[in-house]
């Protein structure tokens, strides 16, 4: 069965950079904008407790004015149920989140906090919210989204594209291994996290990956040639993958 392959664009660092000084500039929503009309399938923000980057009113103005579906990752925490809930994007990812991180280190623990874990992801489903996880790729963390009755998994790219030499083969086997189990369980897969040109191609490959969030890449090569180049760029790395492999490209 060919699936379509689309691809989500994280603006969060085009915040970052904002905050690096204060002011406007640069507008992480005209950001937004460019990557609907350069081919994102959505747009994907992480609204952090500590407000790094995006912030509440960003959230509120994608959502007046995005075309495209905004994918807000998000902790499990009230506060940001709250804000979820509020302004109902069409997909919530909760993500795992620790202050003193850089960047998100790894994925949820699903398998070990499905107590906690339940009750927001039943709210955000009874909103109408689509609800995702962000996991490694682990088929005891499958099994547990399928227990809190999450219909999407996102999984967790980083060890794949920070790896080396064998040790990328390995990582990328369980990618693989992983999206397979996501299959036969019934879960909508997802993939991310530190993709590049470099990396992206066999994981686009995979059949039953139907999105990619892709976010600080993009946004460090716009410095350097234009986000729209960027994201046209990533898209056709994408598109080549999955045709080669037997798929297609979202519409």
Do not use: W
């Amino acid at each position: 069965m060919k699936r379509v392959l689309r691809l989500g664009v994280n603006i969060d660092h085009v915040a970052t950079i904002r905050n690096a000084r204060g002011g406007r500039h640069p507008d992480p929503i005209r950001a937004a904008k460019l990557a609907e009309d350069a081919g994102a399938d959505g747009i994907t923000a992480h609204l952090r407790e500590d407000r790094r980057h995006i912030s509440d009113d960003d959230i509120a103005a994608l959502m007046a004015k995005l075309e495209v579906p905004l994918n807000l990752e998000m902790a499990a925490t009230d506060e940001m149920l709250k804000i979820a809930l509020r302004h109902r994007p069409h997909a919530a990812c909760i993500v795992p989140e620790k202050r003193e991180e850089r960047t998100t280190e790894g994925g949820l623990d699903a398998a070990g906090g499905r107590r906690h874990l339940k009750p927001y992801v039943e709210a955000l489903k009874k909103a109408g919210i689509r609800v995702s996880l962000f996991i490694e790729p682990d088929a005891a963390q499958l099994e547990a989204a399928v227990r809190l009755g999450a219909p999407v998994v996102e999984l967790h790219t980083g060890a794949y594209c920070e790896a080396r030499g064998r040790n990328r083969e390995t990582q990328y086997r369980r990618l693989l291994d992983a999206a397979g189990v996501a299959e036969t369980l019934g879960l909508e897969c997802h993939a991310g996290h530190g993709l590049t040109y470099t990396t992206v191609g066999p994981v686009a490959a995979i059949p039953t990956i139907v999105e990619l969030n892709i976010g600080h890449f993009l946004i460090g090569e716009a410095i350097f040639g234009g986000l729209e180049s960027a994201i046209k760029r990533m898209r056709a790395l994408m598109d080549k993958a999955r045709s080669e492999a037997g798929g297609e490209r979202s519409a």
